[in-house]
């Protein structure tokens, strides 16, 4: 009788905590779906207006054509750079080894105003301001991290005697890494580059200090129409951007049941 007690009550718990981590992005579906004119919750009636309007309004299909052309930039950036750099820490003996590895993490915790005010006044003299490359390489410094640490644990499970086996029958050994590593480490790569996509399209401050008036990504149209309105499409535009997380977190999901598969 207790254990079922302490089963329930655990269980009530975990909910409770479940409900308030959620309750703020179901306030947000719920009034994407309004049929009012404000950002009132409960909604009063249930409506599709709010994305009708997005989908007609240029500003706004412009401002996700910029921010899918600024996360695919980011993500291809982020691989490039990540992939060589988790080889190195894995496969390597190299000075400070662990500073190094250290530097790279520490992108994720530095505070984003920080890097926001100094990829800035970086960027300026390099004349990399105002460009959607330009963002996708600052974007890419935070976004490395994931492909680092994806990659990285990656390597560690796979099993390099299956390297050594291709290049004992004849294979360059670059040649090897490409054709037999890289295939195997794929779910990991793919993991790193789609958390570096999703933090580029939720990224607000260094998109507003570092893009200027080339064009809006949607963080910074939303943040931008939330001065000057209060009309539900900033709740529609959030609930897309949602969707992009769960999407993204279904394609995590999905390529680590495959490395499972793979390593099985």
Do not use: E, K, Q, W
């Given at each position: 009788m207790n254990a079922n007690a302490d089963r329930l009550i655990l269980g009530t718990a975990v909910a409770a905590i479940i409900l308030y981590l959620i309750f703020p992005v179901i306030v947000?579906?719920?009034?994407?779906?309004?049929?009012?004119?404000?950002?009132?919750?409960p909604p009063p009636g249930f409506s599709l207006r709010w994305y009708r309007a997005i989908a007609g309004d240029p500003e706004w299909v412009s401002a996700f054509i910029v921010t899918l052309k600024l996360g695919g930039?980011?993500?291809?950036?982020?691989?490039?750079?990540?992939?060589?750099?988790?080889?190195?820490?894995?496969?390597?003996?190299i000075p400070a080894k662990a500073l190094l590895s250290a530097l790279i993490l520490c992108a994720l915790v530095t505070p984003p105003i920080v890097t926001?005010?100094?990829?800035?006044?970086?960027?300026?003299?390099?004349?990399?301001?105002?460009?959607?490359?330009?963002?996708?390489?600052?974007?890419?410094?935070?976004?490395?991290p994931f492909v680092v640490i994806n990659t990285a644990a990656s390597l560690r499970g796979t099993d390099r005697n299956l390297e050594r086996a291709a290049i004992i029958h004849g294979a360059h050994p670059l040649w090897a890494v490409v054709r037999v590593t890289l295939p195997i480490i794929a779910p990991g790569i793919v993991i790193g580059a789609v958390l570096a996509f999703v933090h580029s399209a939720h990224e607000l401050l260094i998109a507003t200090f570092v893009l200027g008036g080339v064009g809006k990504p949607v963080t910074v149209k939303i943040w931008s129409d939330m001065q000057a309105t209060s009309d539900p499409t900033i709740a529609a535009a959030s609930a897309i951007l949602i969707g992009l997380a769960i999407l993204t977190l279904a394609t995590v999901v999905s390529a680590q049941a495959l490395a499972r598969r793979r390593s099985t």
């Open positions: 947000v579906l719920a009034i994407s779906f309004s049929s009012g004119n404000f950002l009132n919750f930039l980011t993500a291809l950036f982020a691989t490039l750079l990540g992939v060589p750099a988790a080889f190195a820490l894995v496969r390597y003996i926001a005010i100094s990829t800035y006044l970086f960027f300026v003299p390099l004349g990399l301001d105002n460009s959607i490359v330009g963002l996708a390489c600052a974007h890419a410094v935070s976004g490395m």
